[in-house]
C-alpha cells in the first residue's frame, strides 16, 4: 500500500458546488497535513495547514483530519471556475519520529474541473 | 518579487547531455528542496539542503547532483541526460527542517525534456 493514496479524477462539478477532495494514508507517525493547489503549468501553492485531528477553516475552504481513519480531506463550498486546478495533499511525520527525515508525502494529486 | 525562482522555465536537450538548473530563495529559509514530478503529476522529493548541508537524498541516479553554495542557493546539475530523465522538477524552500508553520514553498518549475 502507498503511504499517501488520493483519487486523481479528474472531477467536474457545476459551479456553486460544495467540491469533497479526500486522501487516505498508512504511516500514522504523521501528524502535519497539508493541501496544496496547482494551476496548469505552475508550481504548487499551499492551501490549508493543519496539525492532528479536527477541523480548519479558511473562507471557502475547510480541511479536515481524521487521524483514527488516516483520513483527510478539503471541502470547497460554492466553488468557482477560478478553483479549476490539481489539489495535492501532502503529509509528514515529526523529524527523527520512527526514522522520519521530516519528508513532505504527497498523494498524486485531484484534478478539479468547476463549470460555469 | 519572486519568492522561489527557477531558471530556466523550459529546457530541451538531447540524450547525452549535462545540464543544469538553478534555484534561488529569497524568503530567508533555511531548507531547500528538490522534487520531481512526473507525467502522472506524482511528486516526489530527490533532495534536500539545511543551511548549505546536505539531509535528504533519496534514491536518485547519481547522475544527479546538487549543489547549496549559500543558503539561498540550490543548484541541480544532471549529467548525461536520459530519455526517463524528463519530467518538471520543483525547488522548494521551508523556514526550517521541520517545514516550519507554513509548509514549503515552491517555485514555479523547470520543464526538462530530452529528445
Known amino acids: 500500500q502507498k503511504e499517501v493514496e488520493q483519487d486523481p479524477g479528474p472531477l467536474s462539478v457545476p459551479e456553486g458546488a460544495i467540491v469533497s477532495l479526500n486522501c487516505t494514508y498508512s504511516?500514522?507517525?504523521?501528524?502535519?497535513f497539508m493541501w496544496y493547489r496547482q494551476y496548469s503549468r505552475k508550481g504548487p501553492e499551499l492551501l490549508m495547514y493543519?496539525?492532528?485531528?479536527g477541523n480548519k477553516e479558511d473562507g471557502r475552504f475547510t480541511a479536515q483530519v481524521d487521524k483514527s481513519s488516516k483520513y483527510i480531506s478539503l471541502f470547497i463550498r460554492d466553488s468557482q471556475p477560478s478553483d479549476s486546478a490539481t489539489y495535492l495533499c501532502?503529509?509528514?511525520?515529526?523529524?527523527?519520529?520512527?526514522?522520519?527525515?521530516?519528508?513532505?508525502?504527497f498523494g498524486k494529486g485531484t484534478k478539479l474541473s468547476v463549470k460555469p | 518579487d519572486t519568492a522561489v525562482s527557477q531558471t530556466p522555465k523550459y529546457l530541451v536537450t538531447q540524450m547525452g547531455n549535462d545540464k543544469s538548473i538553478k534555484c534561488e530563495q529569497n524568503l530567508g529559509h533555511d531548507t531547500m528542496y528538490w522534487y520531481k514530478q512526473d507525467s502522472k503529476k506524482f511528486l516526489k522529493i530527490m533532495f534536500s539542503y539545511n543551511n548549505k548541508e546536505l539531509i535528504i537524498n533519496e534514491t536518485v541516479p547519481n547522475r544527479f547532483s546538487p549543489k547549496s553554495p549559500d543558503k539561498a542557493h540550490l543548484n541541480l546539475h544532471i549529467n548525461s541526460l536520459e530519455l526517463g530523465d524528463s519530467a518538471v522538477y520543483f525547488c522548494?524552500?521551508?523556514?526550517?527542517?521541520?517545514?516550519?508553520?507554513?509548509?514549503?514553498?515552491f517555485g514555479s518549475g523547470t520543464r526538462l525534456t530530452v529528445v
Open positions: 504511516n500514522s507517525a504523521f501528524q502535519y
Open positions: 493543519t496539525y492532528s485531528s
Open positions: 522548494a524552500s521551508s523556514q526550517d527542517r521541520a517545514g516550519g508553520g507554513q509548509g514549503y514553498t
Open positions: 501532502a503529509m509528514r511525520a515529526p523529524m527523527n519520529y520512527g526514522g522520519s527525515q521530516g519528508n513532505l508525502i
